[in-house]
């Protein structure tokens, strides 16, 4: 089975993120719905993290049990980063295929939802490699500046997604 755990540096799992977004285009790409609905599957996981990130403080909160409380804890923390590879690759999914339409002549696409599209892939990548970061620095002091980073990161591009939504 495939897995990011055979995968040590961060290039690699990058890569491996992108290569199953191509095996996902090449399999389902006959169908342009298909395609959008990968971008709006990437909101609801995108949503689902918030909604992990809210459990996962409201559990801490509550439970007291040392033990129990740093097994949730993994656990929310495993939910976040799963959840946040499946974004990555609908994303670029969705996006390889719309940036291979803007080839073709007979496109009717509006150039405001290429550029909508993106500008949101810049936060993307932000997102992405300060999440990385996250768990690169651990240990460090900087973990905190690192997940306000993720954190103001992550809401800059849930505007931009509504953005990119409103211009199709």
């Known amino acids: 089975m495939l897995s990011l755990n055979h995968f040590t540096k961060t290039y690699q799992k990058i890569l491996f993120a ?10 389902t790409a006959v169908s342009r719905n298909t395609v959008k609905q990968a971008g709006g599957i990437a909101c609801f996981f995108i949503a689902g993290i918030l909604i ?3 459990l996962k403080v409201l559990f801490l909160e509550f439970v007291r049990n040392q ?3 740093q097994k949730g804890k993994k656990v929310f923390e495993l939910l976040h980063m799963g959840f946040g590879w499946m974004t990555f690759i609908f994303v670029i999914y969705h996006s390889l295929y719309f940036l291979s339409l803007a080839f073709w002549p007979e496109n009717n696409i509006s150039p405001n939802y290429y550029v909508t599209g993106v500008l949101a892939l810049i936060p993307m990548s932000l997102v992405i490699t300060s999440g ?15 997940y306000f980073n993720h954190l103001i990161v992550t809401m800059l591009l849930a505007v931009l997604i509504i953005i990119h939504i409103n211009f199709q």
């Open 18 to 27: 992108l290569f199953l977004s191509v095996v996902f285009l090449l399999i």
């Open 52 to 54: 992990l990130a809210v």
């Open 67 to 69: 033990k129990l409380s």
């Open 132 to 146: 990385l970061d996250k768990n690169i620095m651990a240990k460090s002091k900087e973990v905190k500046s690192v």
